[in-house]
């Protein structure tokens, strides 16, 4: 069974489960997209901070010339990055991407941080990540602001470069500051989130507001432990913690799936990837069965607080979730 369809306020649709395209290696990238596509993934999610979207775009091209799919079948989404935040800067990058996807829109395409960064010519260096210069890491700001930067997304919306526009990473206050000025409100707003950060204020205000919400990092510290980061390999990993293995063994399920529950039952949409085919297949089976009230609580239960996406931790600053 299909995942079902999240209604955007932007009128578009938007598949409820995706696939993530962070930490997807270059080399394997088209055929992970090629293989998620013939599984039924529809919703693909990608940024240009990732480093691969040539490669995605390769398996979506292969996909749709192999007859799998029709373009209009997909939903893709990308991410203007922190360097390209200048009200002139943004159509310019949007179109290269796009360029590096070939396709002609993006379904969704959602400012990735609230942290306007000097800009760095994607000639010179891409994709820039945080530093200015790669010798001397150094993080140097813009004066850009978020209204800036979000007229020069509506207008994306206007010239058809993307269907819907959202963010990600944003608090609360942000949100309420920009739909003071916003003509075309954002669709969804991407968050870290799982039973380690439940968020449950800001969830209630994007809810209020008719804002789409997007889970990423579902099986919390999963993501980080690769990366080395010490506070994900001091803590428990979910797959394993007692509350959700029991709710898994209930439910025949594996842990993954509880907790991918946990979020799409809530409303929320999620975006886990996985390398491997019955994974792959498993991730996108988690709005066929139900959870109970008590079990989500549970869940929900966990909350510590604790984000492991937090440029605090891994630059030293931009303390955007101060």
Not at 65 to 86: C, P, Q, T, Y
Not at 121 to 136: F, I, L, M, Q, V
Not at 184 to 190: G, K, N, S, V, Y
Not at 295 to 302: C, F, P, R, V
Request: overall charge negative; hydrophobic content about 35%.
């Amino acid at each position: 069974m299909a995942p079902p369809n999240l209604k955007l306020s932007s009128g578009h649709h938007m598949p409820q489960v995706g696939f993530g395209l962070w930490k997807v290696a270059n080399e394997t990238c088209a055929d992970t997209v090629y293989n998620a596509i013939k599984v039924g993934y529809r919703l693909f999610d990608g940024a240009c901070d990732y480093g691969n979207e040539k490669e995605a775009g390769e398996g979506v091209a292969r996909a749709i010339k192999d007859g799998l799919v029709k373009r209009e079948d997909l939903f893709l989404v990308s991410k203007l990055w922190n360097s390209f935040h200048e009200g002139d800067k943004v159509e310019p990058i949007c179109k290269k991407q796009l360029e590096d996807w070939g396709i002609d829109y993006f379904d969704l395409y959602i400012v990735h941080f609230p942290v306007a960064l000097k800009y760095v010519d994607p000639e010179t260096r891409y994709p820039p990540g945080w530093t200015y210069s790669e010798s001397d890491g150094d993080v140097q700001l813009s004066s850009a602001s978020i209204q800036e930067t979000w007229h020069a997304m509506e207008e994306l919306v206007h010239k058809g470069y993307a269907k819907s526009i959202g963010v990600s990473n944003f608090q609360g206050s942000l949100i309420l500051d920009l739909l003071r000025y916003a003509k075309i409100r954002p669709a969804t707003l991407q968050i870290e989130h799982h039973p380690y950060l439940v968020q449950p204020t800001l969830l209630q205000l994007a809810k209020s507001e008719g804002i789409a919400v997007t889970a990423y990092s579902s099986f919390g510290p999963q993501s980080f432990i690769e990366l080395e980061w010490q506070n994900a390999k001091d803590t428990p990993v979910l797959f394993k913690h007692p509350i959700v293995t029991a709710i898994a063994e209930k439910h025949k399920k594996t842990p993954a799936q509880v907790l991918l529950r946990w979020s799409t039952q809530r409303g929320l949409a999620v975006i886990p990837k996985s390398n491997n085919p019955e994974r792959l297949q498993q991730n996108l089976e988690v709005t066929d069965f139900d959870l109970d009230k008590d079990e989500l609580d549970a869940i929900s239960g966990l909350d510590r607080q604790l984000r492991f996406n937090n440029p605090t931790d891994y630059l030293g600053t931009l303390h955007i979730f101060a």
